[in-house]
Nanobody, 125 residues
Framework: QVQLVQSGGGSVQAGESLRLSCAASGITTTYSCMAWFRQVPGKEREGVAI??????????DYHDSVKGRTTISRDNAKDTLYLQMTSLTPEDTAMYFC????????????????WGQGTQVTVSS
């Protein structure tokens, strides 16, 4: 399986922005379903954003808590998946993971093929 390598993350102040990256060779051609998840110790993992490419069409889905201030995208030239978040709040503090999954591609029934190693995002108020 293709290894997903994450970068980005770190500590930021509330209201600031952050971009996470998830790179893998041939990522745009190998995976049609990709997503970002996050997890806080003691809580269930939750989906943040999903990108699904099929037949030249790309669809997106976002968790309600990040909708409107979050963008999931892919850069074909750089073989990289991105998660751009703005207006960060302490509630966004979590370990973030990128993942590739099987289709159908959705939060509720996500079936991972591969996971990134995770990167910590800490938002202070």
């Amino acid at each position: 399986q293709v290894q997903l390598v994450q970068s980005g993350g770190g500590s930021v102040q509330a209201g600031e922005s952050l971009r996470l990256s998830c790179a893998a060779s041939g990522i745009t051609t190998t995976y049609s379903c990709m997503a970002w998840f996050r997890q806080v110790p003691g809580k269930e993992r939750e989906g943040v954003a999903i990108l699904y490419a099929s037949g030249g069409r790309t669809s997106y889905d976002y968790h309600d808590s990040v909708k409107g201030r979050t963008t999931i995208s892919r850069d074909n030239a750089k073989d990289t998946l991105y998660l751009q978040m703005t207006s960060l709040t302490p509630e966004d503090t979590a370990m973030y993971f990128c993942a590739a999954g099987l289709v159908p591609c959705g939060f509720a029934t996500f079936r991972a093929i591969s996971w990134g190693q995770g990167t910590q995002v800490t938002v202070s108020s």
